[in-house]
């Protein structure tokens, strides 16, 4: 369940993660919340982590692409929607409009990644991606992680066209856990989730935000309602300073 605390939205189970800070900043945050406006994400990082917090930042393109961010190198690169790091003090950032952002960390606060998964993202192997990075670079197993998702577009409301679906059955999603077929509207939530349970991510540390930013009201920017002059939200997620 999110708890909110100075707008932010914060999930339970990566409060209960020693040493790890994170937020997602809805529309309705700090009095009306925008990631493009100059100056609104550093005034969201310092509530996440104190003043001076760094922050390194995807681009969203939709591919599958997840860069190892750090001090020296903070800023991402073209073409990734996805981060991972083990430097304390260091925030990873992506936005959101509708598009689920998975949320990653160590149990022992190691390593955090986060990921901007949209079905595209999805279809192409960005959850994967994102975990097998972690494995592979800082060495920690989908067994020892915990995982939570963005409020996204629901299954209530998220139409799609048939090649959607298809594209995320080819990728291995479950369809039949995340797909209405007579309204056709996928459950992005629900097919990330399938997708880090059968990697080995644990079933009690996946947590699912239940908002969905399409009917969730003002309080979400959602492209889906309000087309393309619609705001960002953000994803924030770091190892505080040891």
Known sequence: ???????????????????IAHAFVPAAALGGYDATVPGAL?????????????????RQTHSRVVALACASAPAAAAEVD?????????????????????????ADARA????????????????????????????????ELSAAVSPGAGGCCYEVGREVIEALAGAGV????????????VDLKQAIRALLL????PA??????????????????S?????AGVGRMSGLIGIRPR
């Open 198 to 201: 059968a990697a080995g991510v």
């Open 42 to 58: 550093q005034q969201a990082a310092r509530l996440v982590l104190g003043e001076g917090a760094r922050v390194a930042a995807t």
């Open 223 to 227: 492209f889906r309602k309000s087309g």
């Open 204 to 221: 009690q540390r996946i947590e699912l935000a239940r908002e969905c930013t399409i009917c969730g009201g003002d309080g979400f920017h």
């Open 112 to 143: 955090v990644g986060i990921a901007h998964c949209g079905w595209r993202g999805i279809a192409a192997g960005i959850v994967e991606e994102a975990l097998c990075r972690l494995r592979e670079d800082l060495a920690v197993d989908p067994a």
């Open 174 to 185: 479950p369809i039949e856990r995340c797909v209405n077929p007579e309204r056709r509207t």
């Open 1 to 19: 369940m999110l708890r909110r605390a100075h707008g932010l939205l914060r999930f339970a189970l990566l409060e209960e993660a020693p040493g």
């Open 82 to 106: 996805g981060l991972i790091s083990a430097e304390p003090g260091l925030l990873l950032h992506a936005v959101s409009s509708d598009c689920p952002l998975l949320y990653l960390a160590a």
